[in-house]
């Protein structure tokens, strides 16, 4: 087996002629730059606040702090390296598309399935978090518990988490309705995400006690570093940014200023939250804590409403979380359909709304059966581990795409190239090592699983190895 088709690489200008095209069968741009933006803070902003830190702080303690200090690090380096590969190549699928264009169909499908793990695997931990802010609001606003066996995760009391299903219908529903209305209800709700968690920073520090940092690091830096990898899924909202490449309009400018503009407010609130909560309440409550901010609320007021308040912002945010991360994963089996390397049904455009609709639906129902089965911890480190990978290889592409085309237009370009790439896949690998063993065992079956579906599909009707045989046809000639 030749691996000449393995290496393949999809050219930059074919990419960005099939992002230019307009009518039946391709995507609208209908999203402008705050409304991007809000995507990109919309995925983040959330996942790792609204239930992160119940896993976090009994790894690391109040050092907890440095752990989201490390992924903000690592992922602003990446975000300097996302925004000029977004700058470059404006389409739909991310880091999968930039690993076609610089290295090769086999390593960009790796990607690819990495990034439908990172969302699929994200979306559904967030809409799990979702039913128990909604059993939280119940119970402050009405008195009325949801019962564990439909509203807990399955490893916490749970059966069959049914909020979480009912919350991944309403987005695959407004998803399918269109993208430029879906993204208008999102920057409202980001709007909403916001506020709540400037009254949580406000609120929460009136109850700031010192004492609860010590001691800081009560497992030592290895608690740490394992936090670290934790938390970094928390930042999948700077790859979401780059999914809607195709449906933004002035890609070239927008999508660069979206992702930073992303990492600095989804940075200064991470940091901000996590102060304040270890601040308010001492680090080994947060164990197995459900609604953890909320009832920080509560414990610091002696009061129901600002607790009340809280959840009920949290239930408006999770939905915007859940709704952008489910968006992304459709737009990624959009662009790897397109190339051949998933089934045609993937890339079909609604012409009536402009959106994949079968995709959509068939995104909607893995992730609700992700939601409604899974245990969360399990879910947070694979949604991690897809991150990281997909982050290191924007990283090393940036290196191959200097080189291979160093003419291509940039709307940004990396400052101290090369090492800021370089530093940023260090990163990526560094936090990829401190990830759990189940995580690895996890992960090792998805390649297998992936190794089949390319060799057994994917490079059979890639389109680039169709144009490849077609062309040695037309040299050998039709006697040939």
């Excluded at 930042?235 to 979401?240: H, N, P, Q, R, Y």
Aim: net charge positive.
């Amino acid at each position: 087996m030749s691996t000449t088709g393995l290496l393949r690489r999809k050219p930059v200008d074919t990419l960005i002629a099939e992002a230019g095209g307009t009518g039946a069968g391709h995507l609208r741009r209908s999203i402008g730059l705050w409304q991007l933006s809000a995507i990109g803070i919309g995925a983040t902003v959330g996942t790792g606040i609204f239930f992160v830190l119940t896993t976090s702080v009994p790894e690391a303690g109040p050092a907890v702090v440095l752990s989201f200090v490390i992924a903000a690090v690592t992922a602003g380096l990446t975000a300097l390296c996302y925004a000029e590969l977004a700058s470059a190549i404006p389409v739909s699928g991310s880091s999968y598309s930039y690993a076609y264009a610089t290295m090769g169909e086999l390593v960009a499908f790796g990607v690819g399935v990495c990034l439908l793990m990172e969302y699929g695997v994200s979306a559904s931990a967030i809409a799990v978090t979702w039913g128990q802010y909604l059993d939280q609001f119940s119970d402050l606003a009405f008195g009325l518990h949801l019962p564990a066996a439909l509203a807990a995760p399955p490893g916490d009391g749970g059966v069959f988490n049914l909020p979480a299903v009912v919350l991944v219908v309403l987005v695959t529903v407004l998803l399918i309705r269109g993208v430029g209305e879906s993204a208008k209800v999102n920057a409202v709700m980001v709007a909403i995400k916001l506020a709540i968690l400037v009254l949580f920073v406000a609120v929460g520090l009136t109850g700031f006690t010192a004492g609860n940092f010590t001691p800081f690091a009560p497992n030592g830096w290895d608690g740490v570093q394992t936090a670290a990898s934790t938390i970094f899924f928390s930042f999948i909202g700077l790859d979401a940014v780059s999914t809607a490449g195709e449906e933004v309009r002035d890609p070239r400018r927008t999508l660069p200023l979206a992702i930073l503009i992303s990492l600095v407010v989804v940075t200064t609130l991470y940091i901000a939250v996590a102060v304040t909560a270890i601040g308010a309440q001492p680090w080994q409550q947060f164990d197995g804590q459900e609604a953890g901010l909320a009832q920080i609320l509560q414990d610091v007021t002696g009061q129901t409403w600002p607790a009340l308040v809280f959840a009920a912002g949290a239930i408006v945010s999770i939905f915007s979380i859940t709704l952008v991360v489910i968006y992304g994963q459709t737009r990624i089996l959009y662009a790897m359909g397109r190339d051949g390397l998933l089934p045609r049904p993937f890339t079909r455009v609604s012409t009536r709304t402009g959106t994949p609709v079968w995709n959509t639906v068939v995104v909607g129902a893995a992730v609700a059966v992700l939601a409604a089965v899974f245990p969360l911890k399990l879910l947070a480190d694979m949604t991690s581990m897809g991150t990281l990978v997909a982050f290191t290889a924007v990283s090393v592409g940036i290196v191959v795409l200097r080189r291979t085309r160093p003419d291509l237009p940039r709307g940004f370009k990396v400052p101290f190239y090369p090492v800021t790439p370089v530093l940023s896949a260090a990163f990526c690998v560094y936090l990829i090592t401190k990830l759990h063993a189940d995580t690895f065992l996890a992960f090792a079956v998805l390649l297998a699983l992936a190794a089949v579906l390319y060799f057994g599909y994917s490079r059979k009707h890639s389109r680039l190895a169709g144009e490849h045989r077609q062309g040695l046809g037309e040299r050998r000639g039709p006697g040939c």
